[in-house]
């Protein structure tokens, strides 16, 4: 579980960010364009997975979850 401040300050970047966006002239549908965030995101696992293979793309999840949600050792 990670510490309250990084909760609170990724919650406050993530709420003043969708403000910011929301308040401007033409709001969030100026901002968000689904078929490029498809390119991008789409184009990007793909590559990936011909880059490393099947078990190795899979793999990466995991050590995504494993980097999120690390727990460190008290000294």
Sequence with gaps: VPDLATV???IGAIGIFIF???EGEGG???????PSLAIVLGGSC???LMKFG????????QV???AFFFKGTKI
């Design 28 to 34: 969030m549908e100026l901002f968000i364009n689904i």
């Design 64 to 66: 995504a979850f494993k």
């Design 8 to 10: 609170i300050g990724m």
């Design 20 to 22: 910011a966006v929301s």
């Design 46 to 48: 793909f590559v990936a």
């Design 54 to 61: 099947v078990s190795d793309f899979l793999g990466s999840f």
